[in-house]
């Protein structure tokens, strides 16, 4: 392996700054399922223990950079070897409700809630300004450059995963167990033959505008 594919492993160097400077609690967190048009936004918050360095750190990546087994097993580690973890929820309807930008937020809220130690600093991926209660350090790539940034998406991605193989049940002949919910040219075939199901998000255009015509249809029949 090359020094530069090396160098671009997810690392401790955020959080080791703030350990060296009293600060315990640091949280990374990362979402997955912006894009899809189906299912939920999902958010994970994770801490990396600070007394030591499980093996499993050097196998860090950005999820997307793994494979479904990878990422599996990697899950397990993290929620088996790291101090805390959790995970937030926002489901189709009321991220239709509340819009992208809030259902970030609101999803990124209730992973922390949910952890037994409030965070004294948060690491997040991206740019959006969370506008959380706590000192927040947006970092664009994180989940490619931080450890706890990577933990949190390896974990956010296997939940939402294991969901969206379970809708796939539930509401079959969409295709979600294999395309998560993205717009993948099988699952626009499903939606032009089917319609939307419960769990698409009406306010995305794929969906919106098979619900348009209907809408319309139905306004001048009454």
Not at 33 to 42: C, F, I, N, T
Not at 98 to 116: E, N, V, Y
Not at 180 to 201: F, I, M, N, V, W
Request: with cysteine; aromatic share 6%; proline share 7%.
């Amino acid at each position: 392996m090359t020094q530069r594919s090396a160098s671009q492993r997810p690392n401790r160097r955020r959080e080791l700054k703030h350990w060296r400077n009293g600060t315990h609690c640091v949280v990374g967190v990362d979402e997955v399922g912006r894009g899809p048009l189906a299912g939920p936004l999902v958010t994970a918050a994770v801490s990396l223990p600070t007394d030591r360095r499980p093996a499993w750190l050097r196998e860090l990546r950005d999820s997307k950079q793994l494979t479904a087994r990878q990422r599996a097993r990697l899950a397990s580690l993290i929620q088996e070897g790291t101090l805390q973890w959790a995970i937030g929820w926002v489901d189709a309807d009321q991220l239709d409700e509340i819009g992208m930008s809030a259902a970030l937020r609101l999803a990124c809220r209730r992973a922390i809630q949910q952890l037994p130690i409030p965070p004294e600093v948060v690491l997040a991926d991206g740019r959006d300004d969370l506008r959380l209660p706590y000192p927040t350090e947006m970092v664009v790539k994180g989940d490619a450059s931080v450890a706890s940034i990577a933990a949190a998406s390896i974990i956010a991605k296997t939940a939402r995963d294991a969901w969206m193989t379970e809708l796939d049940q539930q509401y079959p002949g969409y295709g979600f167990a294999r395309h998560k919910g993205y717009g993948s040219p099988a699952h626009l075939r499903a939606l032009t033959e089917l319609g939307p199901c419960p769990e698409h998000r009406r306010s995305f255009a794929p969906v919106s505008a098979l619900i348009q015509p209907r809408l319309t249809f139905d306004a001048a029949a009454s």
